[in-house]
């Protein structure tokens, strides 16, 4: 009983979300990320959702390393000089691929309640259990979706649908390349959550997606700001393809 007491309240961490993304959730956002939390832990007792369920590294790994992700579209920053590409207004519908517990699709729509938040994955109970959470948290902003990328790309429904798509913890960084850029837009991005990053990473995904209209566009670097974790984010653009022209 004391254990469940101890893990029941999510630390708030005002200043530290204001002093690393230049954001911090308001009260509601607060309350929805404190439910959040109370669900994941409350699924997990009999769902593999995830081993993280400390509070305070929950904090870390599932709410702020899902929004660092994102974090040029929140707010404050995405009319930043630092930022000028972005075009955060045009960012509006999203998908998370191979979702899992929600991360970091359901942090996102939370901070950003203007997206409209696709989580898929290809796991029925977790997409079930995802279908309580979402009503749970009076989310509406946020729609399920059962199915592999790959089979649901096909379809005119998702096919260069998307604005965004964000990929954690889903696999090597080609497959989710190959993953992503069939679903986005031209012009479209795609955030890669990975830990550590290497140069001959980066080359062996260029050369992967270069056939699909891809380009790797910038890698951030960061650590977390608690336990100093390594992380890097990897931005894909999904650019127009130039076709050559015929020869008259």
């Not at 670097?221 to 076709?243: E, N």
Request: with cysteine; hydrophobic share 40%.
């Amino acid at each position: 009983m004391i254990n469940e007491i101890k893990i029941s309240v999510l630390p708030q961490m005002n200043e530290l979300w204001q002093k690393t993304l230049n954001w911090q959730p308001d009260e509601s956002q607060q309350q929805l990320f404190q439910r959040l939390y109370e669900l994941i832990v409350e699924g997990n007792r009999s769902l593999n959702l995830t081993r993280i369920t400390e509070p305070m590294e929950f904090w870390e790994k599932h709410l702020w390393d899902s929004l660092r992700g994102i974090a040029r579209l929140l707010p404050a920053n995405h009319n930043s000089a630092e930022n000028p590409e972005v075009a955060a207004e045009s960012v509006q519908k999203v998908i998370d691929i191979g979702t899992g517990g929600g991360f970091p699709g359901l942090p996102i729509a939370i901070a950003l309640p203007q997206l409209s938040v696709t989580l898929l994955d290809s796991t029925r109970k977790k997409i079930d259990f995802l279908e309580t959470v979402l009503p749970s948290l009076g989310i509406e902003n946020a729609a399920t979706l059962l199915g592999r990328a790959d089979e649901i790309a096909r379809g005119p429904q998702h096919k260069q649908a998307y604005d965004l798509a964000v990929l954690r913890a889903v696999g090597a960084a080609p497959l989710c390349a190959k993953s992503a850029l069939p679903l986005l837009k031209n012009g479209g991005l795609a955030v890669l959550y990975r830990g550590n990053w290497t140069v001959e990473e980066e080359t062996e995904l260029q050369r992967a997606i270069e056939h699909l209209g891809g380009t790797v566009e910038s890698v951030e670097a960061f650590t977390t700001p608690t336990s100093q974790g390594a992380r890097h984010c990897v931005y894909l653009r999904k650019v127009v393809q130039q076709f050559e022209r015929p020869v008259r």
